[in-house]
């Protein structure tokens, strides 16, 4: 055990000292200490529970952890990588806990998840979880520790049925699936009685004072960062778009209330800064906050900022960025094409993005590192040269300055209008092409790995049949050939790799999670959906 590790944190916050009959909780992330330690989300919500008098709070990570009870009551996961399943289910059997929650009883302890992909969609995981947290920590955490320590001394049947009570609290166990055959649709998701809510809705913090970290280490993957979100959500509203769709309503931290304080608390430990959010630069007062970081006193502050909207970056931004030790911005384009940007409702023009270009190289950043996306619902070939086409001109409109495309693969993703589309089966090829075209101009270009997409999509749309494939698959190495060999293996029992990835399913077919709620009802993600595909030329049509 490395304790090294934890003397060398400095903590943001005071934590409590437990009372004598405190719950003995174990709090992992899935991964390594230096990963998990740089997720926002986990160093929240364990500083919440270290805070509580009613919880005793161990942390536990891959490659270490701190001393850890005897016998716990509650063991808890965040997750933000969907692969790091496979270190749950190790870690659990390393806890001596059954890996599906069918096989524990009342002497195992009753184990949750939470964080973004369990809120995205959960079913895959679901044998595996007694208790699923959908939503923001902020809502859910109090009200889990509080109503478990109503039926602390229950039956572990009697626990579950209370916490399923709970908004946003999700049981697995009290819903049943029923398929058309083994290996066909979901014909009906049903709870097991009256008491159990028909769906279960994902809930929502609104308040105005984000998160901060609470917690500063040299030893994690962003050496001596202190990170603070300066928005939730995204007001864009890209149809593909989980990041917005399932976390709406788009949310800004108070300036002065929340914002300001927190900043001032976490430069006194480090000179590192890292401003996070999936649009950032669309914080109504983000001029502000950068005013506030030029100020002489933070000279020797170190600043990060995470994606910025391309029409919001300024000489001016490009200018305090390059003197905060920055190098580069990263701008979210998706594609060169305009009829692509309409479908997927980026709204954002060629003259935008070359302009953020100059203005990136005016203020003395020296690169630029663009998103974009191929197998876009609606993309033809020409759209492909449209993307090639665009960064030649960046290229000519601020030479010297290092340009980095990096592309993936379109992914459905659950809660968006996009989750009825599949992936596109030309994907692979149409990145072959874009380097070919891209690497003799220059131009940085790095593919995501196709393979990955194949499996992200898999869990992504994936339902509780999954779950034996990733148990299988846990055995065989996490390779796209591993997948493969499962699904071989698993024959007639699950629908094929196909189904869940590259089909367009049906707007009538019960999807894996139409009994978790996300911010919009299925009517409005359709009708965002038509406007999408009203883009699409004639013979992309999708039949339906």
């Avoid at 184990?111 to 369990?118: A, H």
């Avoid at 006194?268 to 002489?296: C, K, M, W």
Wanted: one cysteine or more.
């Amino acid at each position: 055990m490395t304790s090294s590790l934890f003397t060398a944190e400095r903590l943001l916050f005071t934590p409590a000292t437990p009372e004598t009959n405190a719950i003995p909780l174990i709090f992992a992330f899935p991964n390594e200490y230096t990963v998990g330690i740089t997720s926002l989300g986990y160093q929240v919500v364990w500083a919440t529970l270290a805070m509580r008098r009613d919880v005793q709070v161990s942390r536990l990570f891959t490659d270490t952890c701190e001393t850890l009870p005897r016998q716990p009551e509650i063991v808890g996961f965040s997750i933000s990588w969907e692969l790091d399943y496979v270190n749950i289910l190790n870690l659990l059997s390393s806890l001596e806990i059954p890996i599906r929650a069918i096989n524990r009883d009342d002497s195992h302890p009753l184990v949750f998840g939470g964080g973004p992909v369990l809120t995205a969609n959960p079913e895959p995981f679901a044998d595996f979880f007694d208790v699923i947290l959908l939503g923001d920590g902020e809502n859910l955490l109090g009200n889990f520790i509080e109503t478990y320590q109503e039926v602390r001394h229950a039956s572990r049947q009697t626990q579950l049925q209370r916490l399923a009570q709970v908004p946003g609290i999700y049981v697995p166990s009290l819903y049943v699936v029923e398929y058309e055959a083994p290996d066909g649709a979901i014909s009906s998701i049903k709870p097991i009685n009256s008491e159990i809510p028909a769906v279960v809705q994902k809930q929502t913090y609104r308040g105005n004072t984000l998160s901060a970290s609470t917690v500063v280490t040299e030893k994690a993957a962003w050496e001596n960062i202190f990170m603070v979100e300066v928005v939730r959500s995204c007001p864009e509203m890209c149809r593909f778009c989980l990041a917005s769709y399932l976390t709406l309503p788009f949310r800004t931290a108070s300036l002065e209330g929340s914002l300001i304080p927190a900043i001032e608390k976490g430069l006194q430990v480090t000179n590192r800064l890292g401003l996070l959010g999936a649009s950032v630069t669309q914080h109504p007062e983000f001029e502000t906050l950068l005013d506030y970081i030029s100020q002489p006193k933070y000279d020797d502050v170190r600043l990060s900022i995470a994606s910025v909207r391309t029409n919001t970056v300024t000489e001016q931004l490009a200018k305090t960025l390059a003197k905060r030790d920055t190098r580069s911005l990263t701008i979210a384009v998706e594609s060169g094409s305009e009829k692509l940007r309409q479908i997927i409702n980026k709204k954002l023009h060629n003259d935008e993005i070359i302009q953020a270009a100059i203005n990136a190289k005016a203020g003395g950043l020296t690169g630029l590192k663009l998103y974009g996306m191929v197998g876009i619902p609606g993309e033809e070939p020409e759209d492909l040269d449209a993307t090639v086409a665009m960064m030649r001109s960046i290229k000519k409109a601020a030479p010297g300055l290092r340009l980095t495309l990096g592309c993936s693969t379109f992914v459905p993703k659950s809660h968006t209008p996009f989750q009825w589309f599949g992936v596109n089966t030309q994907a692979e090829k149409r990145l072959q092409w874009l380097q070919k075209q891209l690497k003799p101009q220059g131009i940085d270009f790095r593919p995501e790995s196709y393979n990955w997409s194949i499996i992200q999509a898999l869990i992504s749309r994936g339902d509780r049949r999954i779950s034996q494939l990733l148990e299988l698959t846990r055995d065989f190495g996490d390779s796209l050939g591993s997948y493969k060999r499962a699904f071989k293996q698993l024959k007639g029992q699950i629908p094929d790799l196909d189904v869940y990835v590259h089909s367009n399913w049906s707007h009538q077919q019960i999807l894996p999670w139409n009994h978790l709620q996300g911010p919009l009802p299925q009517s409005t993600l359709l009708k965002h959906l038509a406007e999408a595909t009203s883009h699409f030329s004639q013979e992309l049509q999708p039949l339906n």
